[in-house]
């Protein structure tokens, strides 16, 4: 299932309008798009469900760096072998899928360590429930044929810590989600965008919105109908009615918002009860695979 059709490309410009700034974004054919100048970001994988036509979450934030790894293979094809860096939200199977698939094509083609980054609590996960040498085998312990590296590096980042890769910089956030999770911004030149992954209520988002005026979108997390309050309590998801609620402590109303990772059953009507509640302003939507958002 698609939301909308076609790929499609969200350029944000910065039009002054009275004495304060807005940003408005305007949608334009991808093919202006080079791959190999990131001056956006690309979602790889933007559903709350894997299906034969839609991917997990997986951003790709410059040319060597991804966060999150729920449609790598899929998506890169035989551009695999540029990821050098994944960064992880949580340790939910649908963000870290493709890592054991990854590791395994990498130990016979690569001859530097694939580096991941995640807080201890994610890195703690993968190391007891994945690389255990009974799911998979100790990637972190196998070296990459012909070479002394390892063939991955699990790396502990820190809460709003500043992470320089290539082009852009990722600053690790607390989510309300698991034992671990975090969000990001990612920031390019004088831009940035907040990014959620999966979060329930979190006051920190709307801090951040507030405090740093150079974010001029946020991609958040809609993962169930407003009716499946109790379910996305327990499981720590946002719903419109729950992120309608979370707006209001936020002071600014000048960014886009885009929303991600809904579940598929339930697409339809959660798309319905965004546009009632009027809740993707400023151009935002709903984001499908292969959609890009510009800086
Ligand atoms: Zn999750
Ligand atoms: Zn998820």
């Known amino acids: 299932m698609t939301y909308e059709d076609g790929k499609t490309v969200f350029n944000t410009f ?4 009275t004495s304060i700034n807005i940003r408005y974004t305007i ?3 991808s093919q202006n798009c ?26 790709r934030v410059s040319k060597h760096c991804v966060i999150d790894a729920g449609n790598l293979i899929n998506a890169f094809g035989d551009d695999v072998f540029t990821i050098e860096h994944i960064f992880l939200t949580h340790s939910h199977l649908d963000h870290i899928i493709d890592i054991p698939f990854l590791a395994d094509l990498f130990v016979t083609q690569k001859s530097i360590s694939l580096k991941i980054y995640a807080l201890k609590e994610t890195l703690d996960d993968l190391r007891q429930f994945i690389f255990n040498h009974r799911v998979w085998p100790n990637f972190e312990e196998i070296n990459l044929i012909g070479h002394t590296e390892k063939t991955i590096e699990l790396i502990e980042i820190q809460l709003d810590h ?10 690790p956030f607390k989510t309300n989600h698991t034992d671990g999770s975090c969000g990001y911004l990612i920031e390019k030149n004088d831009a940035g965008i907040l990014f959620t992954a999966d979060t329930y209520k ?12 150079h974010i001029h979108t946020l991609v958040t997390e809609v993962s169930f109908p407003s009716s499946f309050d109790k ?12 992120l309608e609620s979370e707006l209001k402590q ?5 960014f886009a918002i885009y929303a991600m990772h809904l579940k ?32």
Not at 14 to 17: C, F, P, S, T
Not at 163 to 171: E, F, H, N, S
């Open 14 to 17: 910065l039009i002054a309008k």
């Open 27 to 29: 949608i334009t054919p």
């Open 34 to 59: 080079e791959r190999d100048i990131m001056k956006y970001i690309e979602f790889l994988g933007t559903s709350g469900t894997r299906t034969p036509s839609q991917g997990t979450t997986c951003l």
């Open 162 to 171: 500043k992470y320089p890769i290539d082009d852009v910089t990722l600053t």
């Open 202 to 213: 979190c006051p920190r988002v709307w801090e951040l919105l507030d405090q740093n005026s």
């Open 231 to 242: 379910l996305a309590h327990d499981s720590k998801h946002l719903t419109p009615a729950l």
């Open 250 to 254: 936020c002071k600014r109303n000048d």
């Open 264 to 295: 598929t059953l339930f697409a339809p009507t959660i798309i319905h009860e965004l546009k009632t509640m009027n809740l993707l302003h400023n151009g935002g939507r709903v984001l499908n695979d292969n959609d890009i958002i510009n800086f």
